[in-house]
């Protein structure tokens, strides 16, 4: 047996009572005669019905107050900056500057970082989804790579220095962008980004493969240093070896399945025939 | 005359149109009859007028990514007709007045026609051999009047700006050059704003000064063609490398989260159109310096009639002849592999829905298809094309990279850029499947060199996104690879490269069958010892019974 409680039908039939006709009636006069007399309540609620004049003179006051106030300007203390390396530890290679200030990600307006993440998403298919997927080193410098290897090196710069901004503490993508401007023997691109990575990271421990890759590629340039002799990297021939910051892997097991996997497909087609 | 006061500019509705093309005509044979100041005063009013109601109109055209309807060509083909027959009005209007270089009317009307004789292209439904002559004579004019460079007020898409004769000049090759059949509508679109924006950069140079530069000959009657000029004859030199630093501009802004430019119809166009012409303009200059060996030879492949299929989908049904999707077989409700329902199918639809290209040419690097509008309908710009080779039933593969009216009325030509003359579909299992039955056929497209560095897939944008593990078996050697890079794209679809990487850890091998069976389990219990006394065992039925049963 149902035991769910029921709610008495207010009318009869759906229709009301006559009294709450009557009453309604009533009411509705009374609320026309109360709409067309000057508003004045009689019951009011504490601090729900503040008196017109009252509130408009404190309104009237407070905007005065404001505007005054901000007219003045504020004594506050100056702040000065004490450069990167007053909080960073010499210790730390990778991240050379903690917290939060360093970890902000490039300041725009909301409007603007929707714009710049629809950007980097139609830009870079497949390696970022998000602005968010570009604070992934690995995820970053291993597509990096793989455009450089595409000779698509304009995308690779483009996508490790948007990385840089995204996360300026993460040192290894501004490392493989310094790798990479070095390959594509680009002078005038390593030296700005060696300039940019110096002041990011003052102190960090790559930093003399930094000046060493530089002195080779811009010799006499001052952030480098002066060439201590007639060749300042230990290696046999014209340019030094590289440290490998874009991470290429040593392991050739994947290129020689990658070859096995295209002579078998082509073994499958049954006559090697290749692409124009 | 005022043509302003009765002219609607809503040119979405066919009367408006009318009515506009009533005040356009009044203005013509007004220009007929002599041509004065009044006469070109209401030319320059009318071609305003259009200017700005194609701004209205043109909003509801580009921005949408829906495919045109019927409504929708006939209202680009008028306006490409208005535009053109302004254009023609403004030449109308020039022609007496040549011998007068320092009419005060002249620069605004020779800006007229090269503004409105660009927007006719860019709106052109019908490819028909451009008058460049009239072009060259028309800045030459300048030229010899001391106009070319002098700035003077323009109104552009409702917007004032300030242009030069030479800055419009220079605006309608470049267009001509690289927008024709390359671009989509939309591109066309925020590459012609982007000329605005670069109206600075558009400059011409006397003489060749090295570098990547393309030419105007003022003397022929042809667009820009690349290098300086190696016979006699004035030339005007375009250098690239000023546009290519404004191209970068526009990437370092929408690196900010800035469209340029930030106002009008191009910045609402999607961004994924901004970066295509962006890219597009990028290889267009690389392709335009002196150490590119410029383009394949073409060999001419007049009527040869090929089946051609569209999409990967399609390729894969019909080209390869396998089924996309999986049958599960849980929700069968109709045997649509019936005989006859398939030999029916075969017989209404299939034929009809074929497509037939012929094609015109062939090269190294790519082919061109003439086409019926009916056929090519639904193939645009960036879609994937597939064929049986005829020689060796080879699959080949291509995008479209160009779409242009034919010369030809109701015909279509369709530049396909080729991706392999050998596609091979190969079946992939994703790690994920248990079942080894539920593979998928993907196409694998191989590359130029034995190290399978260049190999990928053509694969669908979703199954990339996902970036799963696929297991491959060939000639009894087992792979698993995976998806890592993008090697080209188009409308729906990736060409994907990809790396071998090690095996994932074999599952344990199952137990031996006898091992499994379950041992034989007892149940015993604890005895437990309940002391109980003797007179509540003997009155136990007694409490048990009710008071009623004992009456």
Redesign the interface.
């Known amino acids: 047996m149902s035991a769910i409680p029921r709610q008495r039908p207010p009318f009869f039939l759906g229709l009301p009572p006559l009294a709450a006709l009557f009453r309604g009636k009533a009411g509705r006069g009374a609320a026309a005669d109360a709409a067309s007399r000057p508003c004045q309540p009689v019951a009011r609620l504490a601090g729900t019905w503040p008196n017109r004049t009252a509130a408009g003179a404190r309104m009237a006051l407070d905007t005065d107050r404001l505007l005054a106030a901000a007219r003045v300007s504020p004594e506050l203390a100056l702040i000065e900056w004490d450069g990167d390396g007053a909080h960073s530890s010499p210790k730390q290679g990778a991240d050379a500057m903690p917290g939060a200030a360093q970890r902000a990600p490039f300041a ?2 909301a ?6 993440e ?2 980097v998403t ?2 870079f ?2 390696v970022a ?1 998000s602005l968010a997927d570009l604070e992934s080193a690995d995820r970053v410098i ?2 990096a790579r ?2 450089f ?2 000779e698509e090196a ?1 995308l690779a710069i ?1 996508l490790l ?2 990385a840089a ?1 995204e996360a300026p503490h993460e040192s290894p993508v501004w490392l493989a962008r310094l790798e990479i401007l070095f390959l594509l023997r680009d002078r005038d691109g390593f030296v700005q980004a060696a300039h940019a990575f110096r002041g990011a990271h003052p102190r960090h421990e790559a930093w003399p493969e930094v000046e060493r890759l530089g002195r080779a590629l811009a010799p006499g340039e001052p952030l480098f240093g002066a060439v201590s002799g007639p060749r300042d990297h230990e290696h046999y021939g014209p340019w030094p070896h590289t440290p490998n910051w874009i991470r290429a892997p040593w392991d050739l ?3 020689v ?13 049954g ?1 090697p ?4 | 005359m005022n043509p302003k006061s009765s002219v609607s500019l809503q040119f979405q509705r066919p009367d408006a149109r009318a009515e506009f093309e009533r005040a356009r005509k009044e203005t013509k044979t007004a220009l007929t009859e002599r041509v004065d100041e009044e006469s070109a005063t209401a030319l320059l009013e009318i071609a305003s007028l259009l200017d700005v109601g194609v701004a209205r109109a043109k909003r509801e055209l580009l921005a949408s990514t829906l495919a045109w309807n019927e409504d929708n060509r006939a209202l680009g083909a008028w306006i490409h007709q208005q535009h053109r027959a302004v254009a023609e009005m403004g030449l109308q209007a020039v022609e007496p007045l040549r011998g007068e270089p320092a009419h005060a009317s002249l620069p605004r009307l020779v800006l007229l026609c090269l503004h409105h004789w660009t927007e006719a292209l860019k709106w052109n439904a019908c490819r028909e051999r451009e008058e460049y002559g009239a072009l060259h004579a028309l800045y030459m004019l300048a030229a010899s009047g001391c106009f070319a460079d002098r700035r003077i007020p323009w109104i552009v898409d409702g917007r004032g700006v300030t242009v030069t004769v030479e800055g419009l000049y220079l605006r309608a090759l470049f267009l001509d050059r690289f927008a024709s059949g390359t671009l989509t509508r939309a591109q066309e679109e925020i590459l012609d704003a982007w000329l605005w924006q670069w109206s600075a950069m558009l400059k011409a140079e006397r003489t060749y000064a090295g570098g990547t530069v393309l030419r105007a000959e003022p003397d022929g009657s042809a667009g820009l063609r690349e290098g300086p000029r190696e016979g006699e004859g004035p030339a005007l030199y375009l250098r690239l490398e000023p546009l290519e630093a404004e191209r970068r501009k526009v990437v370092r802004e929408l690196q900010r989260g800035r469209i340029v430019p930030p106002h009008g119809l191009a910045s609402e166009l999607r961004i994924e159109e901004h970066i295509a012409v962006l890219d597009y303009l990028r290889r267009a200059f690389r392709t335009c310096g002196p150490e590119t060996s410029g383009r394949a030879p073409r060999e001419c492949q007049a009527g040869l009639r090929i089946e051609v299929w569209v999409g990967l989908a399609e390729i894969l049904t019909r080209g390869v002849g396998v089924a996309v999707g999986v049958e599960t077989g849980r929700w069968r409700t109709l045997q649509v592999d019936a005989a006859t329902i398939e030999q029916h199918a075969q017989r209404r639809f299939v034929d009809a829905a074929r497509r037939y290209l012929w094609m015109a040419n062939s090269s190294a690097t790519g082919f061109g298809f003439e086409a019926l509008e009916s056929d090519a309908a639904g193939i645009e710009l960036g879609d994937l094309v597939g064929w049986r080779n005829a020689g060796d039933n080879a699959l080949v593969l291509g995008q479209v990279i160009r779409r242009m009216p034919s010369a030809t009325c109701g015909q279509v030509f369709i530049g396909v850029k080729t991706l392999t003359e050998a596609a091979l579909p190969l079946p992939l299992s994703q790690d994920l499947t248990l079942d080894e039955q539920l593979a998928t056929t993907y196409l694998f497209v191989p590359g130029d060199d034995d190290s399978g560095r260049r190999d990928a897939f053509l694969v669908p944008e979703k199954t990339f996104d996902l970036q799963p593990s696929f297991n491959a078996r060939m000639a009894g050697e087992a792979f698993t690879l995976r998806f890592n890079r993008v090697r080209g794209r188009g409308r729906g679809w990736i060409l994907a490269g990809f790396e071998i990487v090690p095996p994932q850890p074999e599952a344990p091998a199952p137990q031996p069958e006898e091992e499994l069976e379950l041992p034989t389990f007892e149940l015993e219990l604890d005895p437990v010892e309940i002391p109980v006394d003797e007179d509540t065992v003997a009155q136990a039925f007694e409490r048990e019974l009710p008071a009623r049963l004992h009456t």
């Open positions: 725009l307006e409007r603007q970082r929707k714009i710049r629809r950007y139609a830009r298919p497949g989804r291993k597509a793989l455009y290897e595409e304009e483009e220095e948007l901004q097991t994947a290129d399945a990658a070859a096995d996997f295209h002579r078998c497909a082509l073994r499958l087609a006559a025939r290749a692409n124009a």
